[in-house]
């Protein structure tokens, strides 16, 4: 019952690390609705934890924990008895909360796909000792053993990559330049952007396009340009944007309406087999 008092309202639950320290029941109770409205259960305070759900009264938890303001959160497989639809949410709500609140947050637990969806940074161990730290793409892309390698063997690298992994500086044109001499820029890049007066994308020029524009006799960049590409943010995984890249069409990296980077679609198949190389080739290490 993610250690709830069933005969305490989810207010009274949630307030209760504030009872023991002593705190003054309206300071506490204020504190308490501050906890749930984070973890969006302020309709419920007055409810009982056997009319919630498990997710639900998970949250209560969560908010419990989060009421007395501590700099550092430790959850020991907080979400493993959740259903996988709810964890998937929970972890979503608690990534959001950290974003918002800045805390520090240990999380302990034994599924490798929520350590790697979750975590800032991850540590693996073995027999009670640490064998690696790492970021999650440095975990999947750079492991430290073979034993590693082979820990994360299983994992799909594409729902653990960023985009910010694989893209490229943006080096944007404008729609004046000189078309041949873009053209000739660019041969080692699936295409570049225009940007409008505040930085975002707004046009594209592919090398194919410009030198179909050649042939007509167009000069410019402006002459060539089209503006049915796909954008992305950096922080996105090589999944969530899979699709896009089935286009052949470079991808405008944006963040805070601003061009940041340049994701060529090769380059997304290139990184995926690198790491399943990487991982063979450790894997080979354990087992030859």
Do not use: W
Not at 22 to 46: I, P
Not at 150 to 155: N, R, Y
Not at 229 to 245: D, V
């Amino acid at each position: 019952h993610f250690a709830l008092f069933p005969h305490r309202n989810v207010i009274d639950n949630v307030a209760y690390g504030l009872e023991v320290q002593g705190v003054d029941k309206t300071e506490r109770l204020n504190s308490a609705m501050e906890a749930l409205s984070l973890v969006g259960l302020q309709r419920y305070a007055m409810s009982m934890p056997s009319q919630l759900s498990g997710g639900m009264q998970q949250r209560v938890g969560l908010a419990r924990a989060l009421a007395s303001d501590p700099s550092i959160l430790l959850m020991d497989e907080a979400f493993s008895a959740l259903d996988p639809l709810i964890r998937r949410q929970m972890q979503d709500e608690l990534m959001a909360i950290q974003q918002q609140l800045k805390k520090t947050i240990l999380f302990i637990t034994h599924d490798l796909n929520e350590a790697l969806r979750i975590g800032d940074r991850v540590c693996i161990m073995r027999g009670g000792r640490v064998v690696q730290i790492g970021t999650p793409e440095e975990i999947l892309t750079k492991p430290a053993s073979g034993y590693v390698a082979e820990f994360v063997q299983d994992v799909d690298q594409g729902r653990v990559i960023e985009v910010q992994e694989v893209m490229v500086e943006p080096a944007p044109i404008t729609a004046t330049d000189s078309l041949a001499n873009a053209v000739r820029s660019i041969e080692d890049r699936a295409g570049v952007f225009v940007l409008d007066a505040n930085g975002a994308p707004e046009a594209m020029l592919t090398v194919a396009d410009g030198l179909d524009a050649l042939e007509r006799g167009a000069s410019v960049v402006s002459e060539a340009l089209r503006t049915d590409f796909e954008r992305c943010g950096p922080r996105q995984t090589l999944n969530e944007i899979y699709a896009f890249a089935g286009r052949g069409l470079p991808i405008a990296v944006v963040e805070d309406g601003k061009l940041v980077g340049n994701l060529d679609p090769r380059h997304i198949m290139e990184e995926l087999g690198r790491v399943e190389s990487l991982i063979d080739s450790f894997e080979r290490e354990v087992f030859l």
